[in-house]
């Protein structure tokens, strides 16, 4: 049997990996969850203070730009909190670090200031300022603009490679991406509907589309492209154009990375596939102490399990091999089969294209099994042929034969005197999202408005 495909649904939550812990992220609420030196692990919950409903929050690529900057003191911030637990081992120790002595009790903001505007001077100089005056040297002795711009380009892209795969050595570096993998087992734990243990996390891929590496990625390779089309000799505005398209390429980058999380199709996968090479770098695989640490963080803010069980249905299958005939034989083992719940597929009309939310939430309420709801035995979904109907597991179909029930269960035999049927012994009545109606029969067309 071949193996099947194991779909995923998107869930939200995102993540980031700390000093010996992982912080995850539902909404406007995250945790971050830090193993301690005594082995305990710990847990903050906090809210972010903002109004999701703002226009700037709501404005595509606008959006992206503001979730860049509040990413990056977000992630200072929680960098800190895991880096308390270091300081308060070494001050058990009776160690106070140069900045305490200096600055005190603002010693910990002064070395949070000062981290944030060395990185972003750093990660200026490193993978612009030097690209570009080693682009201008070579400048020199080669006349083409459009070569030149390409080798600034590759620089760019082969020092980001190089910086990533570097730093992976440090020892340090290399536990933080042993967390960053088990914060990617986790999302991917519960966005294939496994429940949430440390066993099933533990088989999970260590590999995500919507991870910050592919962002950094996207930003790269983006700026190579706009800045090969947008071309000036003066040197000031060389040098500002690639400055001020740091905010334009964190929208672009953003909006991709979110599309490629939802979507599921070629183009995006091909868009992703770089990404996903080079997490083969900055994740690592974590033990199990570490998926704890991760497990921990994500039940703190996210109800996987309502989650689950609203997007997935489950049942115990046999377990079958290839047999030395060819054909497949059941093992006499079962296992757990998990599917998507792919609600609106099955509810959209082959005609329109609209979805009913009603019909949608109903069809949640009750579940998935053969016995309520859709009968997968029966009905396949509204645009398996031209006469689709809905099984409500009582007789009651959406034809012309048989009073039914309307879109929003009221009976009638006309969908509440709106369902205008023609008397032919073959007419069926064809249902959009909207709940609109039209009867075809032997005497011709007939048109009817359901609730």
Known sequence: MAKRRRKSVFSGIGGQAVLEG?????????????RKPDGEISVDIKQLNYDPKALKRRIPFVRGIFSFVESLTLGMDILSFSASFVEEEEEDKGKKSLMEKIFKDKAEDVVMGLTVLFSIA?????????????????????????????????????????YVAGIALMKDIRRLYQYHGA?????????????????????CSRFHKRCGTSFML?????????????????????????????????????????????????????????????????????????????????????????????????KMVKKTQTGADGNEVETGD??????????????????????????????????????????????????????????????NYMDGNNAGYDMNGYYGDDMNGNMDQDPGNNTYGNMNGYGN?????????RWGQGQ
């Open 22 to 34: 992982v912080m995850m992220r539902n909404r406007q609420e995250y945790a971050v969850a830090v």
């Open 122 to 162: 750093f990660a200026i100089l490193l993978f612009m300022v030097i690209p570009y005056a080693v682009s201008e040297y070579l400048g020199k002795f080669i006349r083409n603009k459009s070569l030149i711009l390409l080798i600034e380009g590759a620089l760019r892209i082969f020092i980001f490679i190089l």
């Open 183 to 203: 914060e990617h087992k986790c999302i991917n734990c519960v966005e294939t509907g496994r429940p949430l243990t440390v066993k099933n996390v533990m088989k």
């Open 218 to 314: 996207f930003v790269v390779v983006l700026g190579v492209i706009l800045c090969f089309f947008i071309r000036t000799d003066v040197l000031w505005m060389k040098i500002g154009i690639r400055l001020a398209l740091i905010p334009v390429l964190a929208g672009i980058s953003y909006e991709l990375l979110q599309l490629a999380g939802k979507k599921d199709s070629f183009l995006l996968s091909l868009i992703s596939t770089p990404g996903l090479w080079l997490q083969a770098v900055t994740t690592k695989e974590p033990d199990e102490k570490m998926v704890e640490v991760a497990i921990a963080a994500t039940e703190a803010v996210f109800d996987w399990e309502a989650f689950q069980n609203k997007h997935f249905v489950r």
């Open 334 to 395: 079962e296992t757990m089969q998990i599917d998507v719940v792919e609600i609106e597929e099955m509810l959209r009309s082959g005609n329109t294209g609209v979805i009913n939310r009603n019909a949608i939430n109903s069809r949640l309420n009750v579940g998935m099994s053969p016995d309520a709801g859709m009968d997968p035995n029966t009905v396949n979904d509204m645009n398996a042929g031209e006469y689709g109907y809905m099984d409500g597991n009582a007789g």
């Open 437 to 445: 109606m039209n009867g075809s029969g032997n005497g011709g067309n």
